[in-house]
Structure formats: C-alpha cells, structure tokens
C-alpha cells in the first residue's frame, strides 16, 4: 500500500519502520529534517507538507503529541484533507481528547473521508518490536480496514467503538494505572517505615486482594522487580510528563460530562507536583519518592 506517516517521533518512527519492513511504500512528513532523512535512506518518499504527504496515498497514519497538532495536521492549508481523495481512510494513533478526534473526524466525512482513532500502549518498546495494543475508534467497517496494517505495528487490535471510544479507553486506562501506582506507593512505604521487609511484603501483596499490575509487575519500591523502571533509577519506562498529560486528559474529559473522578484529580495533582520538582522525565512510578524519607 501507498501509505501517508506523519509524526516520526519516539512512537511514529519505529511504528513507521515496521510498516516499511512489511513491504509498504511510505510517504512521509515530519518537522524534524533528521529523521526525514534517516527514512529517505531507507526508501520512504518525503513530502513536504502533511497535505503532499496524503496526495496519492491509499491510508494517512499520523501519530503527533497533542491534539493542537492533530488538528493542524488535517485541518491547515496544507494538512492532510487538503490532500487525500474522498474514500480514503485515515486513522489517528495520538494519545489526545475523545472531543477533537470527533470534531476533526466529522469535518472529514462532509469530504468523504472517513477519519478514526486508534491510540496506542506498550511504549517505545511495543512500537520497537511491532507489539502494540490499539484501541481503535470508528465504524466496524472502518475497523475491518485499518485492522490488517495495524497488525504490522501491534499485537492487540480492539475495536471499542464509534470514533473516540479509542481515546476513552485509552484515558481511563491510565488514569486508573496511575491512582493503583500511587496505592502501591504508599502501601510500600508504609510497609518500610513500619519495618517489614519490602520484598516479603510485596509478596503478600502479589498472592492477596491488593495485587495489581502497579505492583506485580512494575512494583515502585527499587530491588523488588529486577526487571522495572525503579530497579533501574526509574529510567527507560512510561515518563511521569506522559502520564500527567494523560491524567489531563482524563480529567478534562470528565469536567465536559460532570463526571466526578475524585482519585483521578488527586493523581493529577500529584503528577503535577512531580513535574514541578523537576523530575518529569523519571518514569511515572518514581511518584514513590514523595513518600520515602531521605536517608
Ligand atoms: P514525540 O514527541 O517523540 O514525537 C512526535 C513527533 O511529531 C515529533 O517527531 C515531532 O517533530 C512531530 N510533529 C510535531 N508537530 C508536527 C507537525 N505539525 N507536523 C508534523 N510532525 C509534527 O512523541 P511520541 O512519544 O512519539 O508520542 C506520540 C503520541 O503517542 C503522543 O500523543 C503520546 O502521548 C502517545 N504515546 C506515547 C507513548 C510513549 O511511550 N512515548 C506511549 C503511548 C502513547
């Protein structure tokens, strides 16, 4: 397939050179010349605008980090539906609110274009080795045509609805891991400063009613899971910059249908708090720190 890539960012970059390695042929556009030629050197066609990009091709893929940009991207002079034919398919993988993805993609179809979400878990790592989850919204015909491409960046394709459920299940998700992180935070810590060994006590946990993944596999208290972030400086994981912008989302999303998410605007909070202090580029389960005392 003749397929349209814009954002090669961490995310978009390896999501883009799977899609190369399975044989399709790219055209590309980002605002950062560096990684446009390290994918000209791999075959792509480089365009030079998101509009130029769509021309021709038989599938956008955009993946961008906001939905200011998301909507740029397809809404300017020279975005994307400027560019692409009526008929054409395009899905966004960008983590963004429910409300922009269905304000853009309704703009689309008075052209005949059919616009979806489809954002992403599973990191830099899922993206690296084609494993992602997508959580796709839009028509189940929509699905059925976006589903065999997203095989070749991910493992788990779900259908979750209409256009924007995508995001809904992305941003509960989310809020929900980060309000277990910070259980699991004060849990350890309390467990350490009550003198029970951490690693017995994470046990207990692990085989009792408070197991989570929070604290199963991603466990926040360094040493207690060799193989996560907090083992390791809380380096190389999901960073807390992310996860607040998540939470944002979160939030945002329910003030707009006057849900209460009480747990979720603490977490806000709280990843607000870690930004703040400067340590947004931690992994999002270094939130334990606020809750250990410094030796
Ligand atoms: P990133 O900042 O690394 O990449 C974004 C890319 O978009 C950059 O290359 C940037 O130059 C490009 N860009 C920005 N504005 C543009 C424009 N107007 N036209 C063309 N290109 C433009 O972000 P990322 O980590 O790749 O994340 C992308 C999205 O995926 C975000 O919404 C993020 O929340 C989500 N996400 C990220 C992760 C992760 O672990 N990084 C995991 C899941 C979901």
């Given at each position: 397939m003749n397929i349209a890539f814009i954002g090669l960012g961490n995310m978009g970059a390896p999501m883009a050179r799977n899609l190369i390695k399975a044989g399709h042929s790219l055209h590309v556009f980002d605002l950062n010349t560096t990684v446009l030629a390290e994918f000209a050197e791999l075959g792509a066609q480089i365009s030079d605008s998101p509009r130029q990009a769509a021309q021709g091709s038989s599938l956008v893929i955009t993946m961008l980090p906001a939905a200011a940009h998301v909507r740029s991207v397809y809404l300017?002079?020279?975005?994307v539906l400027k560019g692409i034919a009526p008929g054409t398919p395009a899905v966004d993988c960008s983590t963004i609110d429910p409300q922009t993805i269905r304000d853009i993609a309704a703009v689309a179809a008075q052209q005949g274009v059919v616009l979806g979400d489809a954002p992403v878990s599973g990191g830099t790592g899922g993206a690296q080795a084609g494993t992602l989850t997508f959580m796709v919204g839009g028509s189940p015909e929509h699905f059925a045509t976006l589903k065999p491409v997203l095989e070749q960046m991910g493992r788990n394709i779900v259908?979750?609805?209409?256009?924007g459920t995508g995001q809904i299940a992305k941003i509960c998700n989310n809020m929900l891991l980060a309000i277990s992180m910070i259980g699991v935070s004060e849990s350890m810590a309390l467990g350490n400063a009550l003198g029970i060994d951490t690693q017995v006590l994470a046990n207990i946990i692990n085989t009792s009613t408070g197991r989570c993944w929070s604290s199963e596999?991603?466990?926040?208290?360094?040493?207690?899971?060799?193989?996560?972030p907090a083992s390791r400086g809380?380096?190389?994981?999901?960073?807390a910059e992310l996860m607040l912008k998540d939470l944002g989302l979160a939030t945002e999303a329910a003030r707009s249908v006057q849900q209460p998410v009480i747990l979720g605007a603490v977490a806000h909070q709280l990843y607000q708090a870690m930004s703040l202090r400067g340590?947004?580029?931690?992994?999002?389960?270094?939130?334990?720190e606020g809750y250990r005392r410094k030796s």
């Open positions: 300017n002079d020279d975005g259908h979750c609805g209409e256009v596999a991603y466990n926040p208290w360094p040493g207690v899971v060799e193989t996560a809380y380096t190389g994981g999901f960073g340590e947004g580029g931690k992994d999002f389960s270094a939130i334990v």
